[in-house]
């Protein structure tokens, strides 16, 4: 069964996208060159793997043949896709005119102005997977107008899992408009979303290790699951790995800062802490949520949840409190000074895959699962209460992302192949709207910590430990 899955999903805020983004146009010469180094990178990498797969297999032979049944093969994922750059050369040609003579239609596009990003769009940010493809796709979506449209995409080496918008730019000392991807290798991957038909990131983060190049490893030795980037101090990026291990990443010069672990399971996701800059939760899939303090590198509480964590959430409106869900379909909420979750509810049938609150109003939590349900919660009392469910077309749900100009507005990604993402306007639901529009904070208070947030970064610097003599190169389209 071939895939077509929106693994993931985030927002980029108003006013951050150029207004018209930088086309790369590269020569016939450039593009070739490319073309070689990313298909020898991708045979020295199947080579390099294929040893560590057969290690991987002999070592799992004890395991259960019924456990984690992989429906769309995703292991084997990267092996598949292996020569997916194979045949770029079928669509240019290198006879130094810089022209492609099977383009043939020179007329004017009709659809330019929907190039230019404007000062009331936001960015909507899909990671897509269809069939041996793994693609990048940046929406343009604009409440006033009503209009939500594909404006550009990447075609990425591997496939997405997880998805974070920063805009640390280690080149440029100006924020720039930049989301970090996790695949199912252990590198991370920056890309620019002002430049288009670009075919390369960023920069990376990470390097795999190269017995050729005398190359020793860089960063994490399996798939990054989760990634969190540090608002509050722009330059630090968290993620989380199949390897175990949680790592702290310097944007500035590319370097892991700090390693949290080896914990007993893989890392499912993280959060940093909105107001206390240190701070950092982490959920693993042996059901243990820690909160760290990063700068002394030691666990300030941690809780035993009902099954695998598949989510955690800071409630932004109140810093002392988290939500965290579960593969077996309960949502927790723990008071970080206390034991004990505050309350516990049976919220899904299935995997609760995405978990994410109003930025405008408080109390509003929205959760969907693999089972296909959307529900919407108030949280903002003694014990939950459920104010609205529906059951998607969008199939088994993976992904859930609230849009940070507009508390009522979601996107949402499943793996229906007729149909796998959705913006979903909470305002046009008749028992939603009554229950919260008196409650829609002010637009002051959007963001209630970050006010107070600066103040907390002044000792940040002291999580680094010291950094590899071997650095990363900043690649910069």
């Known amino acids: 069964m071939e895939a077509n899955i929106i693994v993931c ?35 020295n990498d199947s080579d390099e793997e294929a040893t560590s797969e057969t290690q991987s297999n002999i070592e799992s032979k004890g395991e259960s043949s019924t456990a984690g049944i992989d429906e769309y093969n995703f292991k084997a994922y990267d092996n598949e896709s292996g020569n997916m750059y194979c045949h770029i050369s079928n669509l240019a040609t290198f006879d130094g005119s810089g022209k492609d003579p099977l383009v043939t239609n020179d ?49 990425l080496p591997s496939f997405p899992l997880c998805i974070e918008w920063l805009n640390y730019d280690p080149t440029n000392p100006k924020p720039s408009n930049l989301c970090a991807i996790g695949n199912m290798t252990p590198i991370i991957e920056v890309w620019d979303l002002d430049l288009i038909d670009c075919l390369e990131p960023a920069y990376k983060l990470g390097k795999k290790p190269s017995k050729k190049k005398n190359q020793k ?11 969190s980037w540090n608002h509050n101090y722009t330059h630090v990026l968290a993620s989380g790995s199949a390897d175990r291990t949680v790592l702290l990443w310097d944007l500035e010069n590319g370097q892991p800062v700090n ?18 800059t240190h701070q950092l939760l982490i959920g ?28 955690v959430l800071w409630n932004h409106y109140d810093q002392n409190h988290c939500i965290v869900s579960t593969d077996n379909g309960y949502i927790e909420y723990f008071d970080v000074r206390k034991p004990k979750p505050l309350w516990q509810i049976k919220a899904h049938e299935k995997e609760v895959t995405g978990l994410s609150l109003s930025t405008w109003c408080q109390g509003l939590l929205v959760s969907c699962s693999n089972d296909g349900v959307i529900k919407i919660w108030d949280i903002d009392q003694k014990s939950p209460t459920l104010v609205w469910e529906q059951t998607s077309n969008l199939g088994a749900i993976q992904c859930l992302a609230a849009n940070p100009d507009n508390g009522f507005v979601f996107t949402i990604g499943g793996d229906n192949k007729e149909h796998n993402f959705k913006v979903l306007d909470l305002m046009e639901i008749p028992t939603v709207r009554e229950r919260f529009a008196k409650r829609v904070a002010s637009k002051n208070s959007v963001e209630p910590w970050r006010e107070e947030a600066m103040d907390v970064t002044e000792n940040m610097e002291n999580i680094k430990i010291e950094v590899p003599e071997s650095g990363m190169s900043k690649k910069k389209n």
């Not at 590269?26 to 070689?36: A, G, M, N, S, V």
């Not at 490893?217 to 990634?227: E, M, T, W, Y």
């Open 107 to 155: 007329e004017e596009d009709s659809d330019k102005d929907d190039d230019i990003i404007k000062a009331d769009d936001n960015l909507v940010l899909f990671g897509h997977v269809e069939g041996d493809a793994s693609i990048l796709e940046v929406f343009v979506y604009n409440e006033r107008e009503g209009s939500f449209y594909c404006h550009h995409d990447i075609l």
């Open 9 to 43: 999903t985030t927002w980029v805020k108003k006013g951050i996208a150029a207004a018209i983004p930088e086309k790369v146009e590269l020569r016939p010469d450039e593009l070739e060159k490319i073309i070689k180094e990313t298909q020898a990178a991708l045979e």
């Open 284 to 311: 693993c899939a042996d059901g243990l949520v820690k909160l760290f303090d990063c700068m002394n590198q030691v666990p300030i509480t941690d809780w035993k949840a009902l099954g695998e964590v598949e989510r």
């Open 217 to 227: 490893r860089i960063g994490h030795k399996d798939a990054v699951l989760d990634v």
């Open 259 to 276: 390693k949290l672990g080896p914990f007993n399971e893989k890392i499912q996701t993280l959060k940093w802490h909105p107001q206390e």
